[in-house]
């Protein structure tokens, strides 16, 4: 999304990118763009918290308004409430399989 967001600046329409992956965001620069340290799929937070929503909501219209530079990036404050598992932790769901011991290659 961020590099359609650069392509949405470039005809003219403010843009402004909320993002749960830090690294990604940095690498494709949108024209500006929010941080939340929530998991994927979360960036507002939780479902059932309406007042979090709103608040990540007007802080992000905020920095679409006063940023200044190109390609600012602010960090949000805000908690998860819980460590946040990867993947590769998660009990259930997809799991990779042990690689092969010879080749190293996952198995098909």
Do not use: C
Not at 16 to 34: E, F, K, N
């Amino acid at each position: 999304m961020g590099l359609v967001a650069r392509v949405v600046e470039a005809a003219g329409i403010p843009t402004i990118y909320l993002s749960t992956g830090r690294d990604l965001t940095q690498q494709v620069l949108p024209p500006r763009a929010v941080f939340v340290n929530f998991p994927m799929g979360n960036p507002f937070g939780r479902a059932d918290d309406a007042t979090m929503q709103r608040t990540i909501l007007l802080h992000t219209l905020e920095h679409a308004v006063n940023a200044t530079e190109p390609g600012e990036m602010i960090d949000l404050p805000y908690d998860w409430g819980e460590r946040i598992l990867t993947i590769m932790e998660l009990q259930e769901g997809w799991s990779a399989s042990p690689p092969d011991p010879v080749t190293g290659k996952q198995p098909t």
